[in-house]
């Protein structure tokens, strides 16, 4: 039996250890405390460890792995809101205006900031989407929700972030380029 171990192991670190930082930073800004997703993401190399003899050589490890993650914060943290929006989000999601892109000298900060703001069903899919970069068919799995519900979260998440980070613009004297432009 130990002789199966060893290559068992070595093809285990190979494939998963690899994406260990990306669980880590995704769990660290979802549940917005180290110590949380410290242990989420130890949980979740504890739960493939003892399921790789069912992971599927050759498919594709990150969103088996990001899979996992999302279920244990739900299962075992309960700190997972439900993932259909509630009458408040899509209430919200009436009343933001468009807002054109936000100018490039925003720091790094203030984006993060912006995202800690949004809630939670939507960020989890900016994350997967725009930061880890999960077609919307693997976050569709991931989270456990339809294709289509990725799309609308991941479209109002992303007006949310331009209405935040164009007040953070605001704030620094950027002007939206209609503002600051003149007739000739």
Known sequence: MLFFQKPRSEEFEAVALPH?????????RLLDEKAGAEDIVQEVYLQAWKSFHSFERGSNCRAWLFTIMFNTIHHYQR????????????????KVPYTPPVPETITDEDVLTALDR?????RAVVLLADVQEFS?????????????????RLSRARRILRDELAAVAQSYGIKKASQGVKNV
């Open 79 to 94: 700190k997972w809101p439900g993932l259909q929006p509630s009458e408040a989000d899509v209430a919200f999601e009436e």
């Open 118 to 122: 949004i809630p939670t069903e939507f």
């Open 136 to 152: 919307y068919k693997d976050v569709a799995n991931i989270l456990k929700i339809p294709i289509g519900t990725v799309m609308s």
């Open 20 to 28: 260990l930082n990306d669980l880590y930073r995704t769990a660290r």
